[in-house]
């Protein structure tokens, strides 16, 4: 079985399930694999980063490293680019975007990353050559967007997907069966009421759960998500296997012995989240998954053995 076909390979285990049903891999932060040490910080920054660069790093004259290349480290999420990420079997995709000038907009992690343009176009591609792969775009923080520029990136999606995007109207308790039926497989949730209203091909952001654990270590993470998985699910569900970075872990970053970039984070990190979903939660009917550098372990294997 291919990664890059699977849910095609699964037709018989999983056509007649709703789509919230079945269990999918997903990226956290998915376009933030562009993030470089040349890369500009954005508006999402948040501000406890924001303050450790210019109260500590600053702060140290002797420490001869560039503040980006420092936070760069820390706000790339994925090593794969969109191509690579589908054909490996990811089928939930993590979206911020930030206009940065004119109708100019970019995926953003507390760093511009790639162009918005890049990512839909490279969905685009992957939904032409495989005929059942089902897609979620989840577009679930604007910044610095106007009306204008809602209104482009709406008009990017709709033009450039067509008649494969599924109109919110299927509901969560579409089957995969109904969405191949209609040839619709690419799930657009915005987080823009004014932009769903307008256009049915929007899903809004009350189709899908996802909370947040903001933890940083691994068991206060174990212990948030144990605590998500008896949720009832009316919604598609998101379990973020992730940790979130702060100040304090960024500054022990420089000590010997602790995690130095959010890959060092994840090469710890994803490997247990993988851990607790095959050997824990395995009956727990998990939906969607997302976790950091998601190809240091066989998780996606993991997460789509599920279904």
Request: glycine fraction near 6%.
């Amino acid at each position: 079985m291919s990664n890059a076909t699977w849910m095609s390979d699964m037709a018989s285990a999983i056509g007649g399930r709703k789509l919230k049903e079945v269990a999918l891999p997903g990226t956290h932060d998915s376009g933030t694999y562009a993030i470089s040490a040349d890369s500009d910080f954005s508006p999402d920054n948040p501000n406890d980063a924001k303050d450790f660069i210019k109260k500590y790093l600053e702060s140290v004259p002797y420490l001869d490293i560039p503040a980006k290349k420092i936070f760069a480290g820390w706000a790339k999420s994925q090593s794969k680019n969109i191509t690579e990420q589908l054909e490996a079997g990811i089928r939930y995709l993590d979206l911020r975007v930030c206009r940065r000038s004119g109708n100019d907009m970019y995926i953003v992690h507390g760093m511009y990353a790639e162009n918005v343009n890049v990512v839909i176009d490279a969905v685009h591609t992957f939904v032409t050559n495989n005929d059942k792969e089902i897609i979620i775009l989840d577009f679930n923080h604007f910044y610095e967007m106007t009306t204008g520029s809602h209104n482009a990136l709406v008009s990017k999606l709709i033009s450039t997907f067509g008649n494969v995007l599924a109109p919110r109207s299927f509901t969560v308790d579409a089957t995969v069966n109904d969405l191949w039926a209609k040839k619709q497989r690419v799930i657009i949730l915005y987080g823009n009421g004014d932009a769903v209203t307008a256009n049915a091909q929007l899903w809004s952001q009350s189709s899908i759960s996802s909370p947040w654990p903001n933890k940083t270590d691994t068991a206060s993470l174990k212990n948030a998500l144990e605590g998500e998985l008896p949720n009832k699910r009316d919604t598609f569900f998101v379990l973020q296997g992730v940790l979130t970075p702060d100040g304090e872990m960024i500054k022990k970053g420089f000590l010997p012995d602790h995690w130095h970039s959010l890959e060092d984070v994840a090469k710890d990190t994803t490997p247990k989240v993988v851990g607790w979903i095959k050997d824990l939660w395995a009956n727990q009917n998990l939906n969607i998954v997302i976790v950091d550098w998601f190809e240091v372990s066989n998780y996606v294997d993991v997460v789509k053995s599920l279904s």
